[in-house]
Every structure is written in C-alpha cells, then in structure tokens.
C-alpha cells in the first residue's frame, strides 16, 4: 500500500474560508515536505519541516513524528490557492496528493 | 535562485526507441532525483543520487537508467521505450537529508510513447 497517504484527495473550498490537509506515513520519517503543484504543473515548495510548527502567510503545518503525520492548514483560501497538494518524506517518497479547488 | 533545468519539455518517442531525459542544477546540490508522475500515483521515485558517479534505484527502477556524470547533470535513459512510459517526468535537486534544505523541482519533461 502507500507509504504516504493523503487526505482528503479532493476538495473545494469557498474563497476565505480554512481548511486543512493531512498526510500520515507508514514509514519512519525524520522530516516532511508539503509542495505545491500549481495549474500549470510547476512544483512549488512550501515547507520543509522537523518535528514542529512552521507558518508562512496563510499557510501553516505542522509535524508529528512520534504519530506519523503532517497536516497543511489553509487560511482565509485565495483563487491562487488551488491546486495539488503533495506532502514527501525521506527518502522523498510522495503522498498521492490532494487536488484543492478555490471557488469564487 | 536555484535553478533546475529540464531538457526536452515534451518528447514523442516510438516504442523500443531510446529516449535520454536530461537535467541540470545550477544548486551546487549534491542530490538529483527523478519522478515520473500519473494520474492517480502522485509522484513516484524512479533514480536518485547523492553525488557525481553515484546512481541509486528509487521506487520504480525497471525500464530506466540513469547517469550522474558532474554534479551538475543528471540523466534518466529510456533504452528501449514502452507506451507504458508515457508520462510526465520531473528532476529535483537537493541539498543533504536533515539539513533544512528542500527540493527544487524542474518544469518538468512530458514524453508521450507511441
């Protein structure tokens, strides 16, 4: 099965409201990235994490080793917002993402 | 900025043809990657490697190759193509594990194999 699962797969959100994503691991992990795959298929990173909290703008996840997941909190969602959302583990093994849509 | 660069962004390719996807990092990162990535699998780990002359196998290894000639260049090697293979290939670039440092991704290579 996946090492990295993800949840929910898909989701829609009314523009401003919150949200959050998760990612549990069935395997041992040191450290988590979450990216970011825009419309246009680019890559884009948005945190690499150790056990802990770290926050970007609207953005803000969160790490538990012991428990095996991530989550990804999404606050007051913007349109730009949309898109899939992978989290990855060392050796940068990926979750199946979760496809986010912003509507207006 | 780092910089990854991925070479050809689209490529048609005949089935038992060889088909080399190249990528170079201007990172100075010791570690390079390569994914494919489909629909329904997210990304999935093919080769990797920590340095010039090392090469890895990944998650999905069987029909590919690759090659880590300088740390700047990174080479996935198709050396008889399948339609199965169609897809949609990215190259990364890393600095050490645990180190703070994060992937930085190409655009990405599409190859379609008919």
């Known amino acids: 099965g996946d090492k990295v699962k993800q949840s929910p797969s898909a989701l829609s959100l009314q523009e401003g409201t919150n949200s959050a994503l998760r990612c549990n691991f069935s395997i041992a992990a040191t450290t988590v990235q979450w990216f970011l795959q825009n419309p246009r298929g680019s890559l884009i990173n948005l945190f690499y994490l150790v056990p802990g909290t770290k926050e970007n703008g609207r953005l803000k996840s969160a790490f538990d080793s012991k428990e095996s997941y991530s989550t990804l909190h999404i606050r007051d969602a913007q349109l730009e917002d949309s898109g899939t959302y992978f989290c990855?583990?060392?050796?940068?093994?990926f979750g199946t993402g979760t496809r986010l849509q912003v509507l207006p | 900025e780092a910089a990854v660069t991925q070479s050809p962004r689209n490529k048609v390719a005949v089935t038992g043809g060889k088909v080399t996807l190249s990528c170079n990092q201007t990172n100075n990162h010791n570690n390079m990657y390569w994914y494919r990535q489909d629909t329904g699998h997210g990304l999935r780990l093919i080769h990797y490697s920590y340095g010039a002359g090392s090469t890895e196998k990944g998650d999905i290894p069987d029909g590919y190759k690759a090659s880590r000639p300088s740390q700047e260049n990174f080479s996935l090697i198709l050396e008889l193509a399948t339609p199965s293979q169609t897809s949609v290939y990215f190259c990364?670039?890393?600095?050490?594990?645990?180190?703070?440092?994060?992937?930085?991704f190409g655009e990405g290579s599409r190859l379609i194999v008919v």
């Open positions: 990364a670039s890393g600095a050490e594990q645990n180190s703070g440092n994060t992937l930085y």
């Open positions: 990855a583990v060392p050796k940068v093994v």
